[in-house]
């Protein structure tokens, strides 16, 4: 099968190779790959900068497909069905996390697409456990995105709470500060999206998906905007989607006392210069949040099923697996907002 591989660590070191199709026993499914997104980790591990990818490996973890091979002990998943999967391939299955269904904490996880072989490819193997067959009327593109949309749930659902009356100010505006905004709105707060003179269209498309206010903080005052809407008290909840470190000293100042400030953008560097006397003097809860876990996905679907979240508008281009170089260099532009290779042939 044609599938694109990580060869070695550092820039590039990537190329479309002919593997042979992985063979499933036990609790493992074989999936016909339809869409994979190309993920900011994705290109991170392109350029070299992330580290965390166990090398020689297929990339791709954000997919959707059709069931074509089951092991002899699956029993709820079978041949044809349309699906999405959790990026979790192996746990320790010991540990408190585990057992507690945090396998996004399992310090001995695995997963699809960093330690084991992932979806840029014709075909692609997981387990069971992993497993969502999707309702009737999501389509095979759309659930391509329903990874990084579990991690947005996980983000605003499960690591805190959004209210109907709260004012949420998030930060960035690609792919994971849409659906940010989405799963926000779903909830009936009011949404402020800020973004820089770059990201117009995905400003406008923020709008669009039901952001309240849009802010360009290179040409608009984001503090006066912000306590305007607020009586002067600031916002509820802060989601920084960005990972830049100047939107985050920018938006710590700008979060409610006694409100909470959400880390979902990973930042360059593992060490920053962070606000912390604004954490501190307005007792800000900062919250750290990591991928996502089970409970994540069946929120996640619930709401593609509801359609209250449209992944598919967010799809600026689609390219071949043969031409996933392209891909690649369209996301790395910024030009596009969500790139998705096809491996449908």
């Known amino acids: 099968m044609k599938a694109v591989m990580k060869t070695a ?12 199709e992985p063979k499933v026993q036990n609790d ?21 900068e992330y580290r965390n990818s166990k090398t020689p490996v297929v990339l791709g973890h954000e997919f959707s497909g059709t069931v074509v091979e089951v092991g002899n002990g699956v029993t709820k998943v079978k041949v044809g069905d349309k699906v999405t999967s959790e990026t979790t391939y192996t746990t320790c299955g010991k540990c408190v996390y585990c057992l507690e269904k945090d396998y996004n904490l399992c310090s001995n996880r695995t997963g699809i697409g960093t330690q084991v072989n992932g979806s840029f490819a014709e075909y692609v193997v997981s387990r069971e456990e992993s497993i969502h067959v999707l309702p009737e009327d999501i389509s095979l593109k759309a659930a391509a995105l329903t990874e990084p949309l579990a991690c947005c749930v996980h983000a605003a659902l499960e690591k805190t709470t959004i209210e109907e009356d709260d004012i949420v100010l998030i930060f960035g505006p690609g792919p994971i500060g849409l659906l940010q905004c989405q799963v926000v709105k779903a909830q009936g707060a009011f949404v402020i999206m800020a973004g820089i003179t770059k990201d117009k269209n995905r400003l406008d498309l923020a709008k669009s998906l039901g952001a309240d206010v ?72 900062y919250v750290g ?28 281009k689609i390219v071949s697996l043969e031409d996933w170089r392209q891909g690649f260099e369209a996301a790395l532009s910024g030009n596009e907002i969500k790139v998705l290779v096809r491996s449908l042939s």
């Open 28 to 48: 493992l499914v074989k999936i016909k790959v339809a869409y994979t997104g190309i993920c900011g980790t994705d290109i991170h591990t392109f350029t070299g």
């Open 9 to 20: 660590p550092g820039h590039d070191n990537m190329s479309l190779e002919n593997l042979p």
């Open 214 to 285: 849009i802010v360009d903080i290179q040409k608009e005052n984001l503090e006066e905007i912000v306590f305007k809407q607020t009586n002067g008290y600031g916002v509820d909840k802060l989601f920084e989607c960005s990972g830049a470190v100047p939107a985050i000293n920018q938006g710590l100042p700008l979060v409610k006392k006694k409100g909470t400030f959400v880390q979902v953008g990973i930042s360059r560097e593992k060490m920053n210069p962070i606000d912390q006397e604004s954490v501190i003097q307005r007792e800000i809860q």
């Open 289 to 316: 949040t990591r991928s996502q876990k089970p409970s994540s996905w069946h929120t996640a679907l619930e709401l593609l099923k509801e359609h209250k979240i449209d992944t598919e508008k967010m799809v600026t």
